[in-house]
């Protein structure tokens, strides 16, 4: 997997065949670095459509008055352009963190 994002409410799968990316339940992947409850394993193929990773983090917060996001990406590429396009994404009650994932899996 490309991306874990990982959140303190259930996160909706998402399959975007035309863009080639998956956002699909977690299924027995062990990440101690996971703390929230629930959690989407990201497969992207195509690294130009990470805007919908972001807008499906953006949608996602719109249904909620909080919420907590935790990303873990693999590829240090991947890590920064997430960090530039969400790094400004500031609200008080949708705290977004994002990170390198530690495990090789």
Do not use: C
Request: charged letters at 20%.
């Amino acid at each position: 997997m490309d991306i874990f994002i990982a959140s303190n409410r259930q996160l909706p799968i998402r399959y975007y065949v035309q863009e080639a990316v998956w956002i699909r339940r977690g299924g027995s992947t062990k990440l101690p670095e996971l703390t929230l409850p629930f959690f989407v394993e990201v497969e992207i193929q195509n690294h130009y459509n990470l805007q919908i990773i972001t807008d499906y983090i953006f949608d996602f917060q719109k249904q909620y008055k909080q919420t907590e996001i935790q990303l873990f990406i693999k590829d240090t590429a991947l890590l920064a352009t997430m960090q530039e396009m969400l790094g400004h994404h500031k609200h008080r009650q949708h705290a977004i963190y994002i990170l390198p994932l530690q495990l090789n899996l």
